[in-house]
């Protein structure tokens, strides 16, 4: 079993930084495609970014591309999304995610989650 806790979020305005990470416990997250969704009110659960288990590929939803930038740490069982250029549309409830390497913007493979970090985002 692996736990996600995800850390970072906060309260901050529009063109702000933020930078969400996402700790395991228990386990490694070694061998996981780590993925971070995000979940506005009223909305559907929607993709943001994927990682490899190296690291050496990384995706993005096209509304994130250039603003966000996913990473991971194995040594530390961490996985990390920098924001920048927030935008008030990009105000959710952001959740990490692990999952088999097949898994990528369809949530349903992934097989754990952490509660979710609030990020909102003021005009």
């Known amino acids: 079993q692996v736990q996600l806790v995800e850390s970072g979020g906060g309260l901050v305005q529009a063109g702000d930084s933020l930078r969400l990470s996402c700790a395991a416990s228990e386990r490694t997250l070694r061998t996981y495609r780590m993925g971070w969704f995000r979940q506005a009110p009223g909305k559907e659960r929607e993709f943001v970014a994927a990682?490899?288990?190296?690291?050496?590929?990384?995706y993005y939803a096209e509304a994130v591309k250039g603003r966000f930038t996913m990473s991971r740490d194995n040594a530390k069982n961490t996985v990390y999304m920098q924001m920048h250029s927030l935008k008030p549309e990009d105000t959710a409830v952001y959740y990490c995610?692990?999952?088999?390497?097949?898994?990528?913007?369809?949530?349903?493979?992934?097989?754990?989650w952490g509660q979710g970090t609030q990020v909102t985002v003021s005009s």
């Open positions: 990682i490899s288990w190296s690291g050496g590929n990384t």
């Open positions: 995610a692990a999952g088999p390497p097949a898994a990528l913007m369809n949530p349903e493979p992934y097989d754990y």
